[in-house]
Structure formats: structure tokens, C-alpha cells
């Protein structure tokens, strides 16, 4: 697999922490001097695990500080479910506010720009592909063989797909070795397969609040993410570009993910029982709504807007069939890891709960010999979204795992 690397300078919309803010609601201070620019990688194809073959793949990335004369300064960020490659700084002075990650990547910060190269990717079938600030590859790009979108065509897409085609990213630019290989939620899937699948390249794998396969229950959780779309008539089996789109069955399916992204304990502080509209009792028509199902509305509508229903779906079923190194069984993938393992759960975690996730994983990785740190030290009251909004609060933890 070869690929390029191109520049570009995008502007426009903001970039992958809005985009969350939108569907989450919380951004980080303190933005990364300096101004981002977005470049586009490519390969003229590139086959997928399951054996099908996906012609001009582009996908966008960004990074921050230097690579050094013997490139082995780098380190790569995985992005989240909803997130692209945005993780730090802004694209232009006056955006509202930096990518997702930008309270730890920075000079001075854990992740730091003065001493590593942090590169991060938008994934194929990116959430996104409406949004300028994102390049994927994905159901709604135009399939070269017939002109048209690829729709429901394209070929199913793996977590290790997603690592394949970073890993020909890095290739392109010289890099043999990776100091850490770091994610959030979906990203922590990404940087188990990377640990699992470039064993001799990867020197650490940090993973926050995600876990190393998905169980029945995230499966189930998955599968009623996606059901609002397929129930859209306006999906009709994924035939709807030029068309009317499935908005409505978009919509509802990212207040889903919005909601189960958070906690009760967000809820009874931001909106307990409070009506949307004063004098609009919900009890007095269907039509009157509490605040926080106004407030789930207008979050997913304005997501929706630069999202492609297709594209929810193919990421669904790449998080449905994750298991650490792809293969036959959870245990043999986790057996190809090799690397110092650092796990940051969320305490409150609705999606990825410790108890289920990275506690039984932290014994099993101990268990075959991993050096492995684990931190509760995200508490707050975002459920899930913690792992993004405050992942400072391992800030330390992440330096000092790095350091050694």
C-alpha cells in the first residue's frame, strides 16, 4: 500500500471539537499557538480486510510540532466516533474554539509539541464528509467505476482498516517507530489494533475510556443507534443520494448517541425537570417538550447537518465487529500486544463501563506480561464524554507514562 501526502488549507466550518460540541456540548480551554493546517493523503487503492478494493481513498490529517531528523518522535491520535483528525489548535485565529484534544497537546503540555510530532487522521467513512474541514473516503464519495456514490456498495470497513490506512500515512512520511499510539472512545479501539498489529513499531498504546472488543451489550447499543435510519423512508437501503435524504432518521439517531454519550448526573444538573418553553407545560399537549428534549433536538439536528446517514451506518458495523487484533478470539489478539499499556477510563462511562472494559482488561493484559498503568482520575458528571472534555485531569499521568 503507497500512498501521498498533499497540503492543503481548508477554512470553512469548524473543525472535529465543535462538531462535538455540537453533539456533546463541552469544550476544552486553551488553544495551541500557532494555526492548523489540514492536509489530504492518498492512495490510489487500497483493499480491505474482507477483500474488497476501494479505488482513490483520501483522508485528511493535521499535525502539531516536528518531526525530527530521525523521525522517531511521533506520536499518533486516533479520533473518536463522531470526532475527525481536529484534535489541537485552530484552522483560523477567529475559530471558536481548538480541536478536541487541545488542553494536553501543546508546548509544555503531556503531549508536547516542543519534544513530538502529534499527527492525527480523519478515519475512513468519517462521520462527516460535509463538513469542509474533513476528507474520507466513504459511501458518499464518488465510486470511479461508475460515476456515482458507492451507497450501500462500498465495502464493509474494518477498525483495522481504519489502522491499515494510517499505517500507509505514516509510511508516506518517513516514520518507523511511534512513540505512543493514543485514542479516545473509538480511538482507543484504533490504538489496540495498533498495538496489536504493528507490535515492533508501536513503543505505547494509551487508551481512554474505550475497551478491547465490543461486547453484546455495546453491540445491541449499536444496533439502536443505527435503527432510526433504516427506518427513515428516505434512506431506501441507502439509495438516496440526489434524493431526499434521511435527515429525520439521522437526527434521532445522533440525539441516541448524544444522550448515551452522557449521564444522569449531567442531566439533573444541566435540565432536571425544567420545561423547554415557560408556559408550555408538557403535560398540557404532545407537542410541549421538557428542556432536555429540546436541548437533544437542536444538539443532533445541528450534527446532522455536515453527517452522512450512510456513513453512521458503515461506522456503526466497523465498531460492531471490532476485536482486538480482528481475528478468532479476543485473547489472541491481546497476546500480539507488546507495548506499555496505559488505560483512563471514564468512572461513569454509560458506553464503555470500567466494570465491563478496562478493569478485567488491565488483569489480562497484566496476566500475560504488559507493563500496564491504570488511572480513575476522570471523574466529573459527562459520563462517557468525559474521556474528551476532561482528559487534563490524566494529564500528569499521560506525561510520566510517556516519559518512561
Known amino acids: 500500500m503507497r500512498g501521498v501526502v498533499r497540503g492543503s488549507t481548508w477554512s470553512g466550518r469548524l473543525g472535529g471539537l465543535v ?3 455540537c453533539l456533546f456540548g463541552a469544550l476544552p480551554a486553551l488553544a495551541l499557538d500557532g494555526i492548523v493546517e489540514k492536509k489530504i493523503f492518498e492512495m490510489p487503492s487500497y483493499t480491505t480486510t474482507g477483500g474488497g478494493t476501494i479505488k482513490n481513498v483520501r483522508i485528511g490529517w493535521e499535525s502539531y510540532g516536528k518531526l525530527n531528523e530521525a523521525k522517531d518522535n511521533a506520536i499518533l491520535i486516533t479520533h473518536f466516533f463522531s470526532g475527525n483528525s481536529h484534535a489541537a489548535g485552530k484552522y483560523k485565529a477567529e475559530d471558536a474554539a481548538p480541536g478536541y484534544w487541545d488542553s494536553i497537546i501543546g508546548p509544555g503540555k503531556p503531549l508536547d509539541t516542543d519534544k513530538y510530532f502529534i499527527l492525527s487522521s480523519d478515519t475512513l467513512v468519517n462521520l462527516s464528509p460535509k463538513d469542509p474541514n474533513v476528507v474520507t473516503t466513504g459511501p458518499a464519495s464518488i465510486n470511479p467505476d461508475t460515476g456515482k456514490p458507492y451507497g450501500m456498495s462500498f465495502p464493509i470497513v474494518t477498525i483495522q482498516d481504519f489502522v491499515a490506512v494510517q499505517k500507509a500515512l505514516v509510511d508516506s512520511l518517513g516514520i518507523k517507530t511511534l512513540q505512543a499510539v493514543m485514542g479516545g472512545s473509538m480511538g482507543s479501539l484504533q490504538a489496540f489494533e495498533w498495538g496489536a498489529d504493528h507490535p515492533g513499531m508501536v513503543k505505547r498504546v494509551i487508551a481512554a475510556i474505550g475497551g478491547p472488543e465490543a461486547d453484546p451489550f455495546l453491540i445491541g447499543w449499536l444496533n439502536l443507534w443505527g435503527a432510526p435510519i433504516k427506518l427513515d423512508p428516505n434512506w431506501n437501503n441507502g439509495d438516496y443520494y440526489g434524493k431526499a435524504e434521511p435527515k429525520a432518521g439521522l437526527t434521532e439517531a445522533l440525539k441516541l448517541v448524544t444522550l448515551h ?11 432536571g425537570r425544567k420545561w423547554a418553553e415557560e408556559g408550555k ?3 398540557a399537549a404532545m407537542g410541549n417538550q421538557y428542556a432536555i428534549e429540546a436541548w437533544l433536538e437542536k444538539a443532533a439536528a445541528g450534527r446532522a447537518a455536515v453527517s452522512d446517514a450512510n456513513h453512521f451506518l458503515y461506522l456503526v458495523k466497523a465498531n460492531q465487529t471490532f476485536v482486538t487484533g480482528n481475528g478468532a478470539s479476543l485473547e489472541d489478539g491481546l497476546a500480539k500486544i507488546k507495548a506499555p499499556v496505559l488505560l483512563i477510563p471514564s468512572a461513569d462511562d454509560l458506553v464503555f463501563p470500567p ?9 489480562r493484559l497484566e496476566k500475560q506480561g504488559n507493563a ?11 459520563g462517557h464524554l468525559d474521556g474528551v472534555a476532561n482528559i487534563a485531569k490524566a494529564g500528569e499521568t499521560i506525561a510520566q507514562f510517556l516519559a518512561k
Do not use: G
Open 355 to 363: 466494570d465491563r472494559n478496562m478493569r478485567p482488561l488491565k488483569d
Open 281 to 283: 407545560d408538557p403535560r
Open 372 to 382: 500496564v498503568e491504570y488511572t480513575e482520575s476522570i471523574t466529573s458528571t459527562l
Open 261 to 271: 454519550a452522557r449521564h444522569w448526573k449531567w442531566a439533573d444538573a444541566a435540565f
Open 19 to 21: 462538531m462535538a460540541a
